[in-house]
């Protein structure tokens, strides 16, 4: 009986294993292939503001962050950088710097959405024209599935 209870155990845990090593390979895996420097850079030259991605955010750890130069233009919002690999990134637009999931709930209903985040070294995601950047102060990197914050950057002081 210990050792059908043992073999239990062991197998429930390598199970659990595996299962966290899925959520976290999987997107790696399926990633399109990530915009190259020099593509990002052309993006870069005609934005109009922009912010740094940093690693040490109130709740950015070590399987949740972000660094390098974001650059916002009226039509794309570009990443020369990473973000920490993870599923079902979304890119929002905030009213105000936050850096916190709490905080990113309490303003969520303020944020627009963006589109989706596919690439974790360098980004370019295509801004809706039905939103202007001028709006908004800070772009967020959340991960909607697991509600978690990844990282943000503020790219222009509140008016």
Same mark, same amino acid.
């Given at each position: 009986?210990?050792?059908?209870? %043992?073999?239990?155990? &062991? =197998? %429930?845990? #390598?199970?659990?294993?595996?299962?966290?090593?899925?959520?976290?390979?999987?997107?790696?895996?399926?990633?399109?292939?990530? +915009?190259?420097?020099? !593509?990002?850079?052309?993006?870069?030259?005609?934005?109009?503001?922009?912010?740094?991605?940093? @690693?040490?955010?109130? *709740?950015?750890?070590?399987? =949740?962050?972000? !660094?390098? &130069?974001?650059?916002?233009?009226?039509?794309?919002?570009?990443?020369?950088?990473?973000?920490?690999?993870? $599923?079902?990134?979304?890119?929002?637009?905030? $009213?105000? /710097? #936050?850096? &916190? !999931?709490? *905080? /990113?709930?309490?303003?969520?209903? @303020?944020?627009?959405?963006?589109?989706? #985040?596919?690439?974790?070294?360098?980004?370019? #995601?295509?801004?809706?024209?039905?939103?202007? +950047? *001028? *709006?908004?102060?800070?772009?967020?990197?959340?991960? !909607?599935?697991?509600?978690?914050?990844?990282?943000?950057?503020?790219?222009?002081? +509140?008016?």
């Amino acid at each position: 009986m210990k050792k059908v209870i %043992l073999l239990l155990i &062991t =197998h %429930l845990a #390598v199970g659990i294993a595996g299962f966290a090593a899925g959520i976290y390979f999987l997107p790696i895996l399926t990633a399109p292939p990530a +915009p190259t420097q020099a !593509e990002v850079e052309a993006v870069a030259r005609t934005a109009t503001y922009s912010g740094e991605f940093r @690693r040490d955010l109130a *709740d950015s750890d070590a399987l =949740h962050w972000g !660094e390098g &130069t974001i650059s916002v233009s009226r039509d794309t919002i570009s990443l020369m950088g990473s973000v920490s690999p993870g $599923p079902d990134y979304k890119l929002y637009l905030s $009213p105000e /710097f #936050v850096e &916190t !999931e709490a *905080d /990113f709930e309490r303003l969520k209903s @303020r944020m627009a959405r963006v589109g989706d #985040v596919k690439t974790f070294d360098n980004f370019l #995601v295509a801004v809706p024209a039905t939103l202007n +950047p *001028d *709006d908004y102060t800070t772009v967020i990197v959340w991960c !909607e599935s697991f509600g978690e914050f990844i990282t943000a950057a503020q790219y222009r002081q +509140p008016n």
